[in-house]
């Protein structure tokens, strides 16, 4: 039998070392559920966890949700259990509350940390019409570059874009806003960054260069502005910093 001692510094992701530092009827009766190819579930689950159910990834995210990342200590406690329905029963809730909000043969979304936005949000009531209806459109929208993190942003209210990683303006979008707005400033007599024009500071005239501004999407990406040429204005670095996400 592996001891504790062999396993010292060892991640307490490698499950099967788990298992055999833990062995008895807990683990026993867990890998006839999720280490079992031939269960009926596993072609639900594969939506929701990234892994292989013979290597034990199943397992080893079923204990991570339930422990809340305290694998090896809720092995260590329910070692001499005969059965696992706590575990069996918190898993099956996590995957019907994913599935109900974000039901999907989307990829990106399997290995996404379902546990912890559980516990976050689950008690959180939400319109399912509305989400449903955002998950297709931000899937659908090449901006977003971080689709794995779809879920965490709606349920978060969509306040937290930068979890998405919207893609930027490109170089030539950028130097395109640039020469436009740069000619028709000069020839009103005024600064290339709009924010500076209209205000009455010291730069209300001052020509940006290129490398001293920032593209800005002129409608928010967040309240529908996409990250196109027509939505692209130029600001100065401290303009874009103090527009933010307005």
Known sequence: M??????????LNDQELLNAVYSGPFVTAARKVFSNSGNTNVQKWENY??????????????????SQGNIREYMAAHRHDEGITELQNYFNSVIAWAETLFYTEEPHFRGVAWGRLYETYHNTPYDHDKIHARLAELLADEAVRKKECIPEYLLGGEVEPQLLEIRLFDDSTKRSAYERQTQEAKAYGV??????AFGEGKNKERIWSLKDMD?????????????TSDNCQMLCKTHNRQKGNR
């Open 191 to 196: 600064s290339n960054c709009p924010a500076c």
């Open 49 to 66: 966890i990234r892994g292989n159910v013979k290597r034990q990834d199943y397992l080893a995210t079923a204990l991570d949700w339930v």
């Open 2 to 11: 592996v001891s504790d001692d062999q396993i010292a510094g060892v991640p």
């Open 215 to 227: 593209a800005d999407h002129i409608t928010a990406w967040s309240k529908g502005g996409t990250t």
